[in-house]
């Protein structure tokens, strides 16, 4: 075991210079080997979403009309970032790529808290190699930053967190705030934050009130503009109780699923959310109000199904712990294919950090500074747990896992406790690489999603490309299906695209309606009125209200009353 006199002491400036170094290079690496290709050109999902945000702000519409549903620092950082420099993705992305490097060093520091200078050093480099955190420096997206900012908590508590004075704590709260800005969930590392920031007995009132202080220097002006723009005072946004009812409703499973099929992307689940639960509550609901009707009911289907919802903590239990990596609008593997870098760093990922960190959490035992770290990690396990369970969500456990895992890695074969260290160990291996059977594969998914921003672009032959590659690879894929059908009919090849449609409404059963619409303007444009009046009927008899067959039926009609 390392000698005590050791910790606390942190890696010399040279160590630290290079691990920025090695963490800065396989990052500008990784994004010169992405430029170019679709992952990198196109955002997908939320970074599409936070795209376009971003452009409204920076044209000026800063104060915005509606309660935030999503945590706002990403995209209005963003902004400023558009208004100052004009729409440039790739200025933002090398800016993650250094923020992610200097990560890499805060928790170095963080670590030597209570580990050895090589065990810090040790922990820093896991990060700066870990392949999910470098994907989503790449990305135009908020775990970047998220990711960043937890690594900055974690040096911070450890370093400064303990002192006398004011000032660090109110720097701390300042960050969790921050960091409560671009993932709600972290509220919950006031806990130990707090602990961290406590001090002695004589300081301590003064140095909760500056931490606390801190926290709502962030949270309050949230708050006062969602009270002036929507009448009421929401510290971040309003999607909780949505969120909640995705992942402990009747048809949870533990990953994200959006309320209606084939509509997962934050403009269509906003708009989805409120429409159905004024539906379903006869009335017209605010922001608040649509968070707790679906709160409310989730709580009701978890009381008539706790069977059903034991299963699925279960299973978000397993989910957290195993070695993949969920995806949300794109995955993993499709940037490994491009990027060299990512490829030869897949072994440093979530299955090797888990069997490491829990090695280590036994080996740092009641150091100091190791239980704030620790019970950071559990409170934020605890509170995706909660919810649903997703890649960029466990992401933020990182910083914290990788301080033990490093101890692990330097520190075990010499410790004390290495008998039960390599137990710690094997369960941790079991735990993340045990069989976990996920639906779908990664690849044809992100194609999928591809198609569909080609068809939003009317890059229509792009489109068809991703979605024939997608289906070829998951035959099962309802989104590959209809896109393709989509991109077939956008070129004029409507017998080409029969097939996919009618393919896409048996793989997924809520896609009945919008096929059945479509499959009635083929036939109305093949010269079969009658087939295409069958089929728009049955579409309206699914969704009376949907917009495309009564499109299509009003247009039929027309050109018979013409005839």
């Given amino acids: 075991m390392a000698a005590p006199e050791t910790r606390g002491t942190p890696p010399s400036r040279r160590a630290l210079a290079g691990l920025f170094a090695l963490a800065v290079a396989v990052r500008l690496l990784a994004l010169a080997e992405l430029a170019g290709t679709p992952w990198s050109a196109l955002p997908l999902g939320d970074a599409r979403a936070y795209d376009q945000w971003a452009r409204e702000l920076a044209s000026g519409a800063w104060l915005g009309g509606e309660v935030f549903y999503q945590a706002p620092l990403y995209p209005y950082l963003l902004g400023v970032v558009y208004a100052l420099l004009g729409p440039v993705p790739g200025v933002v992305r090398v800016a993650q790529c250094l923020l992610g490097a200097l990560a890499a060093v805060w928790i170095a520091r963080g670590t030597a808290r209570f580990a050895s200078p090589r065990a810090a050093l040790a922990a820093g480099g896991l990060f700066a190699l870990y392949a999910p955190a470098i994907w989503y420096d790449l990305q135009l997206e908020k775990t970047s930053l998220a990711t960043s900012l937890t690594a900055w908590l974690l040096c911070a508590a450890a370093t400064r967190g303990s002192g006398s004075g004011w000032r660090a704590p109110l720097a701390i709260g300042i960050g969790l705030g921050a960091l409560a800005l671009l993932r709600e969930n972290a509220l919950v590392l006031a806990l130990p934050l707090g602990w961290a920031c406590a001090g002695g007995l004589e300081q301590r ?121 969920i995806m949300d609008a794109v995955a993993l593997e499709v940037f490994a294919d491009e990027s060299v870098v990512l490829r030869a760093l897949g072994w440093c990922a979530f299955g090797l950090l888990l069997p490491l960190a829990l090695a280590g959490a036994v080996l740092a035992g009641r150091r100091p500074g190791a239980g704030v770290a620790l019970a950071a990690a559990a409170l934020l396990a605890l509170s995706i747990v909660a919810f649903f369970v997703v890649g960029r969500f466990r992401l933020g456990l990182v910083p914290f896992l990788c301080p033990f895992a490093g101890l692990a890695l330097v520190e075990g074969a010499r410790a004390a406790r290495r008998g039960a260290a390599l137990g710690a160990l094997v369960a941790g291996a079991l735990l993340a690489w045990w069989p976990l059977g996920l639906e779908g594969d990664p690849r044809a998914t992100s194609l999928a999603n591809l198609a569909s921003e080609g068809l939003r672009r009317g890059d229509y032959a792009a489109a068809e490309r991703w979605a024939r590659e997608a289906w070829h690879r998951d035959p099962r894929s309802a989104d590959a299906a209809y896109n393709l059908g989509a991109a077939l009919r956008a070129q004029g090849e409507l017998e080409e695209a029969v097939g996919p449609y009618q393919a896409a409404m048996e793989l997924e059963p809520a896609y009945a309606a919008d096929c059945l619409a479509e499959l009635g303007a083929i036939r109305a444009l093949s010269g079969d009125p009658a087939s295409a009046r069958t089929l728009l009927e049955r579409a309206l008899a699914l969704d009376p209200r949907h917009p495309g067959a009564l499109r299509f039926l009003g247009a039929l009609e027309e050109r018979e009353r013409s005839e």
């Fill in 205 to 325: 009132g003064k140095r909760l009130a500056a931490f606390a202080g801190g926290v709502a220097l962030c949270l309050v002006p949230v708050a006062a503009r969602n009270l002036a723009v929507g009448g009421v005072p929401l510290p971040t946004a309003s999607n909780a109780g949505v969120n909640f009812y995705i992942g402990n409703g009747a048809e949870a499973d533990g990953q994200y699923r959006p309320l209606v099929a084939g509509r997962g992307h934050p403009q269509h689940e906003r708009a989805d959310a409120e429409r159905i639960a004024e539906e379903l509550a006869g009335r017209e609901l605010g922001a608040a109000g649509v968070s707790r009707f679906w709160l409310g009911l989730a709580l009701e289907e978890i009381a008539d199904e706790p069977g059903h919802f034991a299963w699925v903590l279960a299973r978000k239990l397993r989910l957290i712990a195993h070695r993949g990596e």
